[in-house]
């Protein structure tokens, strides 16, 4: 079993910035990806972004935030984070942490508003 606990959620303001942690415990050894996914009101969970560590890193983002959020993963620490920055009304949703497409946190609100 995987427990992934998030954290770094709130209340922004259109433009500005959050950062999203997660912390990763159990049985983590050879986990392979790890992502972020939203899931807005009345909408599907759709991912945000995930990262592979192995020989090299590799990431992949959705097209509607590239450019502004970026995951990095500190496998020292069990933790994978989601730096967003640039933030707009529409990124408002429930942010989960996922772990080889299999666990999920219980996700943290997100809120982008005036």
């Known amino acids: 079993q ?3 606990v998030e954290s770094g959620g709130g209340l922004v303001q259109p433009g500005g910035s959050l950062r999203l942690s997660c912390a990763a415990s159990g049985s983590i050894f050879g986990i392979n990806v790890m992502g ?5 009101p009345g909408k ?4 945000v972004a995930s990262i592979i560590s192995g020989g090299s890193t590799k990431t ?3 097209d509607s935030v ?6 990095s993963r500190d496998n020292a620490k069990n933790t994978v984070d989601l730096q967003m920055n640039s933030l ?4 408002t949703a429930v942010y989960y942490c996922n772990a080889d497409h299999y666990y999920w946190g219980q996700g943290t609100q997100v809120t982008v508003s005036s």
């Open 60 to 62: 992949n983002y959705a």
């Open 44 to 47: 599907q969970r759709e991912l």
């Open 2 to 4: 995987v427990q992934l």
């Open 88 to 91: 707009k009304p529409e990124d």
């Open 36 to 40: 972020w996914y939203r899931q807005a």
């Open 66 to 71: 590239k450019g502004r959020f970026t995951i």
